[in-house]
Structure formats: structure tokens, C-alpha cells
């Protein structure tokens, strides 16, 4: 089964502006929530490949490499907890945005789950927040680059934000 992980990047970028676009998973089996998530990484710059099961993404998971999969809870043919141990099993090393109806305390458990077999996850509810997914996956193309993430809302860039209240 081949491995799953970010891609080997410079330890130096030239231009720090300087963007990869994140290899994407996306598993749903709501066509409504598959195309918001594609279309949001798209615009963003991210290649997508879209899994609507269990099945799919398992397949497409030991086909491919991925920086980060956005995976639904509850899916037509099992449980996104079957996805998260097969990911286990090939060591992936990319992220994990879980994108759930479910409470909570679900999430939270499949945190824990995933943590608990050395994958890293964010929680994201539906309905979906797109600035917020726009907002992780933009996080996680800066980590991939071995840059500090910043937060931005509507174009304000928080982290300075903090500082001062920090200071």
C-alpha cells in the first residue's frame, strides 16, 4: 500500500508568497456538500479528487498521494471511522478536516480516535462554513510549506491582532 504525505518541498522557498497546491481528498456521499468542498478548494488552487463512499475513498487512498482529506462521518455503504484506520494502516501523513452533521461529541470522538492511531484531524459542522474550510486548507498549504499559518477573516490578518492584545 503506498504511503500517503506531503510531497517533498524546498526547505527555502524563493518567494514566500510562493504557493504548492495541496493534493485533496474529498469524501461525501452528499453531491451538494462533494461539489461545495471541490469547488471552494479549486478556487483556492488545491487539486481534487472526490471519493462518495467508503470504497472510493479507500481506493483512492492506496492509488494516490494526498496532503489532506475532508471526510463525512456517515457514509451510504459505512462509517468515516473505517477510512481514518485504513489511513492508519498506510501511515498516511497528510491532515484530516472531518466535515460532519453529526454532534459534537461524534467529532470528538473521531479526534480521539484518530489521535489515538497517529493522525491529527480538525472538526469542521455542517452546514458547512466555507470561509472556514478556505481558512484550514490555506493553513495547511502554509504548514506543507514549512511556513506559520495565519488566520485571516475578511482579509484581517489576526495573528497581529493577538500580539497586541498579547502585549
Known sequence: MPRSSFSSLPSNPTDAGERRPLQLLVVDDDATQRSLITVAAKQAGHEVTVASSVSEAISQLRAGRFDCVTLDLVLEDGDGIEVLRVMSEAKFAGSVIVISGMDGRRRSAARHFARSVG?????????????????????????????????????????????????
Do not use: F
Open 119 to 167: 493522525i491529527e484531524l480538525q472538526s469542521l459542522p455542517k452546514p458547512l462554513d466555507l470561509a472556514a474550510l478556505r481558512i484550514s486548507l490555506a493553513n495547511l498549504g502554509k504548514t506543507a510549506m514549512g511556513l506559520p499559518a495565519m488566520h485571516t477573516w475578511g482579509g484581517v490578518a489576526t495573528d497581529a491582532i493577538v500580539e497586541r492584545h498579547r502585549a
